[in-house]
């Protein structure tokens, strides 16, 4: 179905359904004009022959005359009858031979279902002697007969070769002609799978500068603009990032320090909520260096053999606290000595987000499992949660860089909506995939592919 919708299909089917009413219509004025053009020479013929027959009998008077005439040439298409109607010499006719004579009279009789022009002529045998001949000229004037096989030959053969060579050519030059489209398509479909701006529209050398040579210029210089910007902005994320850290840092200590020295109960609550701010937004902060470096290729990966039995447990000890505040256990379910090549550090801090979401977004004693296998080739680990799930809305931009599905609630959690998108960098930069399932109300489960 798609091939019809393309526009090289339609352009084509267009040009060769023009070339065929095109032919048809030349065909039918050619062929309508050629067969009158045919019917007033057979007519011309038929009177000069039997004319001429005529005068023959008219010099004789005598049928001996015939023997004389070279009858190939004076006979075709006519016949000499005796008064009573019968058959005496000439190009016998066996169609037309019953139809009634009627002299002097140029006219069209149909006979067995063909059409003849029929010309008759009566010659005394001595002037005004009531014996004599009837001469008849007759041809049939169907259009098989006057066309002969010729007119076939091109019905059966050259329309259809016509209309081939049409088609054919015409899809070849259309698709010549899209070319560029198909590169600017092949280009945008690059970019938007694999997220990768540095792909440009390929522009072979000898291509033709029409407007779609110039258009992927154009395309391919807005490229560069984008590119630019992008590169640009991650800069700029990880200069104000970097910029923030040090004034952070100086907040939290004097905050915690202050906390320390509190006198009374309105004191101690400041310094907390000084305290607790300046933690989300160092956490904030250390989530978009990790990502700027990720995005810039900066972040180097150190892939060692990792316990994830092991890091599992200390990812949960890590979240005991906030996990407990809930009554929400985490469920270690991983086979011990179970191993995966990977950089430690940043694995534990994906695992460790994947948590930390099943905690925030879990129901008061509800339940986190981690599970894992590993076949021949990769690793799946699973975190699974029964708490609150994903409306199927939300679903597919959860990954989103800032994308927070309810803020109010969220902010309880001091979430930023950076926690998936640096998981499934990692994950990325990993070589691995992560894909999330999740019913609202049932819960929600996670899985991490990585290669070993
Ligand atoms: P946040 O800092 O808001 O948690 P994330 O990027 O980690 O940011 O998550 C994005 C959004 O996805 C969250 O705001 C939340 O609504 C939803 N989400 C993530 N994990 C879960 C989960 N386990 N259960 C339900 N919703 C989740």
């Not at 008849?136 to 076939?152: K, L, N, P, T, V």
């Not at 291509?207 to 258009?215: A, K, T, V, Y």
């Not at 000890?317 to 469920?331: G, H």
Request: proline letters at 3%.
């Amino acid at each position: 179905m798609k091939k019809f919708t393309s526009v090289k299909t339609r352009i084509t089917l267009w040009y060769t359904a023009l070339m065929l009413i095109l032919i048809s219509v030349v065909l039918i004025l050619t062929g309508t004009l050629s067969y009158r053009l045919s019917l007033n020479s057979i007519e011309n013929d038929i009177i000069l022959k039997v004319s001429k027959i005529s005068e023959k009998v008219n010099a004789r008077h005598s049928v001996e005359i015939f023997n004389d005439v070279n009858r190939n040439e004076y006979f075709k298409n006519v016949s000499v009858y005796l008064e009573n109607g019968e058959y005496l010499v000439g190009q016998y006719q066996y169609d037309v031979s019953s139809v009634p004579f009627a002299p002097n009279k140029l006219r069209r009789e149909t006979v067995s279902g063909e059409e003849y022009i029929i010309y008759d002529v009566f010659k005394p045998a001595r002037p005004g002697d009531g014996q004599g001949y009837f001469i008849r000229g007759a041809e049939s004037i169907s259009y098989s007969r006057i066309f002969g096989r010729s007119a076939f030959v091109i019905l059966l053969f050259v329309i259809p070769l016509i209309l081939i060579l049409t088609a054919f050519g015409g899809y070849y030059i259309t698709k010549k002609a899209f070319m560029p489209i198909n590169n600017i398509i092949k280009t945008a479909n690059e970019i938007a799978d694999r997220n990768d701006v540095k792909q440009r529209i390929e522009i072979p050398p000898n291509s033709r500068r029409d407007e779609l040579h110039d258009l992927s210029l154009t395309l391919n210089r807005m490229l560069d603009r984008i590119e630019n910007l992008i590169i640009q902005e991650k800069q700029f994320t990880s200069d104000a990032s970097h910029e923030l850290r040090t004034p952070i840092s100086v907040i939290l200590t004097q905050g915690e320090y202050l906390l320390d020295i509190a006198n009374d109960e309105k004191e101690k609550e400041l310094a907390e909520s000084i305290v607790t701010k300046a933690k989300q937004v160092s956490s904030l902060v250390s989530h978009l260096l990790l990502l700027a470096r990720i995005d810039q290729s900066r972040q180097k990966l150190s892939m060692e053999t990792v316990d994830l039995c092991l890091l599992t447990d200390i990812s949960s000890e890590n979240l005991k606290i906030l996990a407990d505040r809930k009554n929400i256990s985490i469920i270690n379910k991983v086979p011990e000595g179970l191993t995966v090549m990977a950089d430690e550090a940043l694995l534990l801090s994906a695992v460790g987000n994947l948590l930390s979401n099943g905690i925030k977004y879990g129901k008061d004693f509800g339940e986190i499992t981690v599970s894992a296998e590993k076949s021949e080739s990769e690793v799946k680990i699973s975190i699974a949660d029964n708490g609150i799930g994903i409306s199927p809305k939300h679903i597919d931009k959860i990954w989103d860089r800032f994308y927070r599905v309810d803020d109010a609630r969220n902010d309880e959690y001091g979430s930023n909506g950076l926690g998936l998108s640096m998981v499934k960098s990692i994950i990325s930069l990993h070589g691995g995939s992560i894909t999330v399932q999740s019913q609202p109300n049932i819960g929600t489960r996670f899985e991490i592919i990585l290669h070993c």
